[in-house]
């Protein structure tokens, strides 16, 4: 398990307390402060809780001089369920019934002594689910321009459902629309799904000269990308996703379906050798059956990928659950989420077969 932890000036009693209980249980990721001196808690806040946002960390710790402050902060990041917990019982019922995955303490409140035994009740005490998970899945609706909902094994379902996505996915289903609209339309609904997951992605600060004055500015901070399109279908996400991160690397994974066991056989892959470095979306329009998919994603974990996430356009709830079942912990973007697959395997409404619309071989 690893663990982010941060503290302002009025949390930062509690630091030692937190590292002794710490030490042992779980692997530690420390955003300071290191040493007592004046600190604004936003800072520490955003940054343990962008870790756990996008997976690099479990859970998270974090003290200010109430907990409040941290809490607020912490909140503003996808994904996020941070809650002040100055006693046990709290610590307990927000695990429990919220699924807190930052707790946040408060130095001025708690003495250090105080600290273990809510830690203790925080890590121990499993979530209950059923229907606590249905009221956490109503607050993650409520996120941005996506309807996201939260399975138990971590891995999350976000639904686009952003006007521009919505439009242009109806545009698509329509049988009526020509290969040139379908494939350009594929491109920008990638686009814009890439353009919202990466939302969060880290940014430093650098110095630009304009023609006026030297200026402070924002760039990517490195964060490493990979797109993995399950051929041949996923290949019509793929340029709409570069244009917008052109230095994303391309990997490439080849299934059929077995005729007679029904499994899907690897036929290709090819995915860039520092994939256990790099977040990893495997593209594939369709998610039917799920089979697939799920293949796809034991693929690219089996050559060392660690961080891997689903995008798709078009879901069956078969195919959700499939992937989950076989990948607990893997976030899967979509755009629409259909009513079912029909007896032949088709998603219902859907659009048909995404590579022969995308190829105009039928
Ligand atoms: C800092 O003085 C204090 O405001 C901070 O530690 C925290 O309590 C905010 O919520």
Redesign the pocket.
């Given at each position: 398990m690893i663990l982010a932890v941060g503290y302002?000036?009025?949390?930062f009693v509690l630091r030692a307390a937190v590292a002794d209980f710490l030490r042992g249980r779980a692997e530690v990721r420390d955003f300071g402060i290191f040493e007592e001196q004046r600190s604004d808690?936003p800072d520490i806040a955003l940054k343990v809780a962008l870790e756990v946002s996008e997976g690099r960390a479990d859970l998270g710790v974090l003290a200010?001089?109430?907990?409040?402050?941290?809490t607020v902060a912490a909140n503003k990041m996808r994904g996020i369920r941070a809650g002040v917990c100055n006693d046990v019982e709290t610590a307990r019922l927000g695990k429990a019934h919220n699924n807190l995955n930052i707790l946040a303490m408060?130095g001025?409140l708690i003495a250090p002594e105080q600290a273990p035994a809510i830690l203790e009740a925080w890590l121990s005490t499993p979530f209950e689910g059923e229907r606590h998970l249905a009221r956490i899945n109503k607050i993650s609706a409520a996120e941005a321009s996506t309807l996201s909902t939260e399975g138990l094994g971590g891995g999350r379902v976000v639904v686009f459902n952003h006007p521009l996505v919505q439009h242009k996915v109806s545009i698509i289903r329509d049988k009526n629309t020509s290969v040139k609209e379908f494939r350009e339309l594929v491109q920008e609904i990638a686009g814009l799904m890439v353009y919202e997951i990466t939302r969060n992605l880290p940014l430093s600060e650098i110095e630009v000269e304009t023609p006026v004055a030297l200026t402070k500015a924002w760039a990517l901070s490195g964060k490493k990308l990979a797109v993995v399109p399950v051929l041949r279908a996923g290949l019509g996400m793929v340029d709409g996703i570069l244009q917008l991160i052109p230095n994303a690397k391309v990997g490439h994974v080849g299934l059929y379906r077995d005729p007679e066991t029904l499994k899907p056989v690897e036929y290709y892959c090819k995915v860039p050798q520092d994939i256990g470095e790099r977040e990893v979306f495997v593209l594939d329009p369709m998610l039917a059956t799920g089979g697939s998919a799920a293949a796809a994603i034991s693929l690219v974990k089996e050559r060392g990928g660690q961080k891997v996430s689903l995008v798709c356009l078009i879901a069956a709830p078969e195919g959700i659950k499939r992937v989950h079942a076989v990948h607990p912990e893997t976030d899967i973007f979509i755009a629409a989420l259909d009513d079912r697959l029909n007896e032949h395997g088709y998603i219902v409404p859907g659009l048909g077969d995404a590579g022969d619309r995308l190829f105009g071989t039928r």
């Amino acid at each position: 398990m690893i663990l982010a932890v941060g503290y302002d000036h009025g949390g930062f009693v509690l630091r030692a307390a937190v590292a002794d209980f710490l030490r042992g249980r779980a692997e530690v990721r420390d955003f300071g402060i290191f040493e007592e001196q004046r600190s604004d808690y936003p800072d520490i806040a955003l940054k343990v809780a962008l870790e756990v946002s996008e997976g690099r960390a479990d859970l998270g710790v974090l003290a200010c001089g109430t907990g409040i402050g941290m809490t607020v902060a912490a909140n503003k990041m996808r994904g996020i369920r941070a809650g002040v917990c100055n006693d046990v019982e709290t610590a307990r019922l927000g695990k429990a019934h919220n699924n807190l995955n930052i707790l946040a303490m408060g130095g001025r409140l708690i003495a250090p002594e105080q600290a273990p035994a809510i830690l203790e009740a925080w890590l121990s005490t499993p979530f209950e689910g059923e229907r606590h998970l249905a009221r956490i899945n109503k607050i993650s609706a409520a996120e941005a321009s996506t309807l996201s909902t939260e399975g138990l094994g971590g891995g999350r379902v976000v639904v686009f459902n952003h006007p521009l996505v919505q439009h242009k996915v109806s545009i698509i289903r329509d049988k009526n629309t020509s290969v040139k609209e379908f494939r350009e339309l594929v491109q920008e609904i990638a686009g814009l799904m890439v353009y919202e997951i990466t939302r969060n992605l880290p940014l430093s600060e650098i110095e630009v000269e304009t023609p006026v004055a030297l200026t402070k500015a924002w760039a990517l901070s490195g964060k490493k990308l990979a797109v993995v399109p399950v051929l041949r279908a996923g290949l019509g996400m793929v340029d709409g996703i570069l244009q917008l991160i052109p230095n994303a690397k391309v990997g490439h994974v080849g299934l059929y379906r077995d005729p007679e066991t029904l499994k899907p056989v690897e036929y290709y892959c090819k995915v860039p050798q520092d994939i256990g470095e790099r977040e990893v979306f495997v593209l594939d329009p369709m998610l039917a059956t799920g089979g697939s998919a799920a293949a796809a994603i034991s693929l690219v974990k089996e050559r060392g990928g660690q961080k891997v996430s689903l995008v798709c356009l078009i879901a069956a709830p078969e195919g959700i659950k499939r992937v989950h079942a076989v990948h607990p912990e893997t976030d899967i973007f979509i755009a629409a989420l259909d009513d079912r697959l029909n007896e032949h395997g088709y998603i219902v409404p859907g659009l048909g077969d995404a590579g022969d619309r995308l190829f105009g071989t039928r």
